[in-house]
Nanobody, 122 residues
Framework: QVQLVESGGGLVQAGGSLRLSCGASGRIFSAYAMGWFRQAPGKEREFVAAISWGGGVTPYADSVKGRFTISRDIAKITVYLEMNNLKPEDTASYFC???????????????WGQGTQVTVSS
């Protein structure tokens, strides 16, 4: 089994910053990409950002482009999401995911974490 554990969520004022981390462990034989998704109350889960395991491809949702930065540490099998200039509409539970098969990095992830809450006050 694969375990993903997120950390770093919290309460921040609009304009502030947070850094999310997600560590992966378990039976990981290969990784194609890791990504972040979020889900606000009453809304569907949406793609935020992803990074190919080689690190060369980093797609972002338009709503976070220029404010969020995704990175990864291969040795630690950890992915980070640096979130700057946070807005109230960024409030959501943020989920880390790992994808082992080739395909769109915006969907079809096999493994998921439990999520970490990010709340941005106005």
């Amino acid at each position: 089994q694969v375990q993903l554990v997120e950390s770093g969520g919290g309460l921040v004022q609009a304009g502030g910053s947070l850094r999310l981390s997600c560590g992966a462990s378990g039976r990981i034989f290969s990784a194609y990409a890791m990504g972040w998704f979020r889900q606000a109350p009453g809304k569907e889960r949406e793609f935020v950002a992803a990074i190919s395991w080689g690190g060369g491809v980093t797609p972002y949702a338009d709503s976070v482009k220029g404010r969020f930065t995704i990175s990864r540490d291969i040795a630690k099998i950890t992915v980070y999401l640096e979130m700057n200039n946070l807005k109230p509409e960024d409030t959501a539970s943020y989920f880390c995911a790992l994808k082992t098969h080739v395909g769109s990095m915006r969907e079809n992830y096999e493994h998921w974490g439990q999520g970490t809450q990010v709340t941005v006050s106005s």
